[in-house]
């Protein structure tokens, strides 16, 4: 297999950007742009095969959490924790998702057992508030002198580089997939599931495939994010609000197009310090406001995100282009 | 254990009332999904902006509490329409999906407009009733005020869907939304009617809500994702399953409470819900 040469001249190029020394608060908005582009990438790697799940949250919080509490309890680095994390988020994902897909549980049942999960992981991290701090939030201890690289805690150009590795694996996972026959089944099951079990195609572990690499990518990010602020919450890491903004990001970039999400992160990011710069702490609800009209809008007018805007594919095919198409 | 320890019985007791409370938000949800085919993802957000209209009126326009009530039912009805005729409307043609992210993203539109209006503080109402004593076992009188109008509201409603010429229509079209058309019921007119009575029912829901509990913006996320699993675990669309399933997590969480702690209770819940589905993906009483 012949890799794409265009995608990677532009991580090597992303990738010097530090050199160029930008300012530490453009760092800040990168950074957070990437690993958000790789929770939505991770997201729409399930979604656009019709798993639409409302409950990513809570794998970012399982592993997230997983990972701090290593760190501060026991002393064990992140560079252990963040896999032992992705594995937890993994097997949550596998528990909730195997008897999903056996049981055909799908379309909107399925988003709202996940959203029950997403619900469950932020109450326990509420709940647990002896050790996660509670609704208060929790920070990873200070890495003593020189040990930094030990804890994982870089300066911004050392998380941008983890980042940007994030999400060229995220990417890299996107193509690769794309070129699998996991991809051709799921397409096919997302179409009609029982027409795909009659050729053959083995519905249940398809779907598991998926799942556990999309619950990987989000919770990757997930911890990454909360080594990278420094903080821990179950409303930013945990629970609906989380999950609907990651499918947000995903939604109005396009889910179908591998830079789709990343395309939908930058808005979302750019968005929010738009018009937290604009109008200030008073606009607190300003972010929330806009991106739900844009929701709306992007439903009614634009369901394939803006990088449906860019298909070469003639639109007048598919009248009704659907933004998922839900497995029923 | 004791079952007639009085601890005990004022948790079934609690469990009940709280059964009545989420009971209003389920009908109603389950009213426009069986009819229109639609999860409205923001109606917890519907009920939030009533409760805040409530508490606006009584406490700071200084009206009297019947008033507020009574302007609260018919506003939430009214934004139920809007949400139909403006998001809902021109998107049924559309996958499902689309359909319940766009009211996600209303979603959004509400929290966020609550916040600017009126910061992320939480409200109270500062109403309350004096606790009433039944052999050794105290209710709260509020609770129990807003139980029987909860219970009041599911009679009227089923007696609108029984014998009204409208009501008919509506279970019809639930039903079968192929062939009533053809029996000369305008699908688009009823959607409307179903859309206008769930809101109603959101509005009834944030008044009883807001005696109870303190408004702030995000106070949706704490009764929302409860009320869609009762939904789902009653059967999407299945009114007397959604009513009964409401009582059943009510008690769930209110004896999870007695035992352990309500988070723990509320975790209970959500993991009941999620084996629910996994033994019956359909919800519980489905035919």
Known sequence: ?328 | MDLLDPFFLEALVNGILLGGVFALPALGLNLVFGVVDVVWLCYAELVMVGMYAAWFLYTQAGWPLWAAFAVCLPLVSLLGLLLHLLVVKPLLNQPPINQVLATGGVLFVLQGAATLAFRTDFRSLGVDMPPMEVGDVFVSGTKLAAFCAALLGAAVLWAFLKFTYVGVAIRAIARDREVMPLMGVDPQRIYLIASAVGGALAGLAACLLVVQLDVHPFVGLSFGPITFMICVMGGLGNMLGGFLAAFLMGLIISVGGFWGNTEYSYVIAFLFFILTIFARPRGLFAR
């Open chain 1, 1 to 328: 297999m012949k890799l794409p040469l265009l995608p990677i001249l532009l991580l090597v190029l992303l990738a010097g950007v530090p050199l160029l020394s930008p300012p530490d608060y453009f760092m800040h908005l990168l950074i957070t742009a990437l690993l958000t582009a790789v929770m939505g990438t991770g997201w729409a790697m399930m979604g656009r095969f019709g798993l639409v799940s409302f409950g990513h949250g809570a794998f970012l919080g399982a592993s997230a959490y997983t990972m701090a509490l290593l760190w501060n309890e026991l002393g064990i680095t992140p560079w252990l924790g963040i896999p032992v994390g992705v594995l937890v988020a993994v097997l949550l994902g596998v528990l909730l998702g195997y008897p999903c897909f056996r049981l055909r549980v799908v379309g909107h049942y399925f988003a709202l057992v996940t959203l029950a999960a997403g619900e469950i992981v932020r109450i326990l991290v509420t709940a647990l508030r002896e050790h996660t701090g509670g609704s208060l939030g929790m920070t990873p201890n200070q890495a003593p002198p020189g040990g930094g690289f030990l804890a994982m805690q870089f300066d911004k150009a050392g998380f941008w580089w983890v980042a940007l590795g994030a999400w060229g694996l995220a990417l890299l996972a996107w193509w690769l997939l794309d070129r699998s026959m996991t991809s051709k089944a799921l397409a096919a099951i997302a179409e009609d599931e029982d027409a795909a079990a009659s050729v053959g195609i083995q519905v249940t572990r398809e779907k598991l495939k998926i799942t556990v690499i999309s619950v990987a990518f989000a919770a990757l990010a997930g911890a990454l994010m909360a080594q990278y602020r420094m903080y821990l919450n179950p409303e930013s890491l945990s629970g609906l609000g989380i999950s609907l903004q990651i499918v947000f990001s995903a939604i109005a970039g396009g889910m179908y197009a591998p830079f789709g999400p990343s395309i939908g992160a930058v808005i979302t990011i750019g968005l929010e310090e738009a018009l937290r710069f604009g109008f200030g702490t008073e606009f607190t609800g300003g972010a929330p406001l806009v991106y739900g009209v844009l929701l709306v809008l992007f439903m009614l007018f634009l369901p394939r995100g803006i990088a449906g805007l860019l298909e070469r594919r003639p639109q007048a095919r598919k009248p009704a282009a659907p933004a998922v198409q839900l497995a029923e």
